[in-house]
């Protein structure tokens, strides 16, 4: 069989963001893979030399759109920690809701785009549509729809009175019973499994050695989550790591689908043992020496690398995102699938490229 | 056997999820992080804002005593409305409409010694 190269992205109606593949076949059977990545560098990392520490946690949030709740709180983490800031309890609980609200809509963002990479449009449409409701109760409670831009360094800046409590647990339980209906068109639906199972194969050891994080490595039977690391307040809440064994695609779907609940459920306990009190640490002096930390972010565990020598602007600052460790064991996957399936295989790690290319 | 079915009825029997925007608008929530405005007699020109912008969309020039606002720079972060010591900076829970044109909002400050 003579074998061909064909080019998969940075245009493709699949891919939200570009990433450039270039897929050698024979007979339409996957070869060989070789990624290229560079199309949406902004230099964000840089621009810690031109805006002050205080200035960084918004640049952070513009790493992506999606999980930004996230990094400006990783950030905050890690200066905080350099510069012996405690947290007061109450915005130890206040971010852990917040951030869990951007895991949820997030989740229902791939969730819908997921079921419209292997063409199932109306089941895209009804995530979407639940996801609005989380979408309005970001821009409800913090403000902004998408960049909440509720962190600052020592802790935030919004804070949730009791009714807005309130408005958020009904519009959750509203949120649950939609979710609960698309069960069955989702993870019982022939095609779906048709689409899906046995497509992307990577056992644990694999996924393992090959750096995986977050629902990709889950979904292949590892119980690894940031989260059990205990940050914020995550380690007073009931927690367990979502599992699946058989590292296809329909188990890191099942993984996401069964993390929409999770949440949904961490933030309803977070709101029943949230504390009365400050919302934010009185912040003096400036950070000194390095720091790191760690977090989930829906896509997976994101590393923040600080170094800073007393002055106003920070000497470097390193992210390392979640799709930049998955990106390997997406190139692992392929080999051996068709080519029809690679879009949906692309699209089970949740790529996010502007997040890598920061 | 037609597992859509349940959330295809009750699709049928439930209001519409969108709006046709540009005529019909949803009412804003009370804490949006919309538009800057800045009341001209009570800002003293102090610059905190300018210099706490994360997107350096402010600039305050005590010479000519006016306060500039880039809208097409702004992040809407809320920042410079927090830092502000005077309360003359407020964000209105409404979102700008589309333009055609870039402008730089411009609002003339009347400092409280000179109208004295």
């Not at chain 2, 730089?104 to 004295?116: F, G, P």
Request: net charge positive.
């Amino acid at each position: 069989m003579p074998v061909s190269t064909i080019p998969f992205g940075p245009q493709h109606p699949v891919l939200p963001e570009p990433i450039h593949l270039k897929l050698t076949v024979e007979d339409e059977v996957i070869k060989e893979v070789v990624p290229a990545l560079g199309y949406v560098h902004r230099g964000l990392e840089k621009l810690a030399g031109t805006r002050d520490f205080h200035q960084m946690v918004q640049i952070v949030e513009r790493v992506c759109g999606i999980c930004s709740m996230m990094h400006a709180m990783c950030y905050c983490e890690c200066v905080e920690a350099m510069m012996g800031i405690e947290t007061p309890p109450r915005a130890r609980y206040l971010r852990l809701i917040w951030s869990e609200l951007n895991r949820l809509h997030s989740h229902l963002l791939w969730l819908g785009l997921f079921a419209d990479s292997f063409g199932f449009e109306s089941l895209f449409m009804q995530f979407w549509k639940i996801r609005e409701k989380v979408m309005d109760l970001q821009e409800a409670t913090a403000g902004n729809r998408v960049i909440v831009s509720v962190n600052v360094i020592g802790g935030l800046r919004r804070d949730l009175s009791p009714e807005q409590q309130q408005t958020i647990l009904n519009i959750l339980d509203r949120v649950e019973d939609e979710m609960r209906l698309l069960e069955k068109p989702l993870l019982g639906d022939y095609t779906v499994m048709k689409r899906t199972k046995g497509k992307g194969i990577v056992s644990a050891a694999r996924a393992l050695e090959l750096g995986c994080v977050g629902p990709t490595l889950r979904g292949s039977g590892v119980a690894q989550d940031m989260r059990q690391l205990g940050y914020e307040a995550y380690g007073d809440l009931a927690f367990e790591p979502r599992v699946e064994k058989d590292g296809d695609c329909y188990s890191r779907l099942k993984v996401r689908y069964r993390e929409v609940f999770q949440s949904i459920d961490l933030i309803r306990q977070a709101m029943e043992k949230i504390p009365a009190g400050e919302i934010a640490a009185v912040v003096k002096g400036r950070p000194e020496g390095e720091g790191l930390a760690r977090v989930e972010q829906p896509r997976g565990e994101v590393f923040y690398y600080v170094k800073a020598d007393g002055k106003k602007y920070l000497e470097r600052i390193r992210i390392r995102t979640p799709t930049f460790a998955n990106v390997p064991v997406l190139l692992a996957m392929l080999p051996g699938m068709c080519l029809s399936d690679v879009p949906v295989i692309v699209l089970s790690i949740d790529p996010c490229i502007s997040c890598t290319e920061r | 056997m037609f597992p859509m079915m349940p959330a295809i009825l009750r699709n049928f029997f439930s209001k519409r999820a969108t709006r046709r925007y540009p005529p019909m608008t949803r009412e804003p929530f009370a804490e949006v992080r919309g538009e800057l405005k800045n009341e001209g007699s009570v800002c003293t020109l102090c610059g905190v804002c300018a210099v706490k912008c994360p997107s350096q969309c402010i600039v305050v020039d005590k010479k000519n005593a006016t306060w500039q606002w880039d809208p097409f720079a702004c992040v809407y972060c809320g920042v410079c409305v927090d830092s502000c010591k005077t309360g003359s900076l407020r964000q209105e829970p409404l979102y700008r409409k589309a333009a055609t044109g870039r402008e730089i909002v411009s609002v003339k400050i009347v400092l409280k010694e000179q109208t004295k």
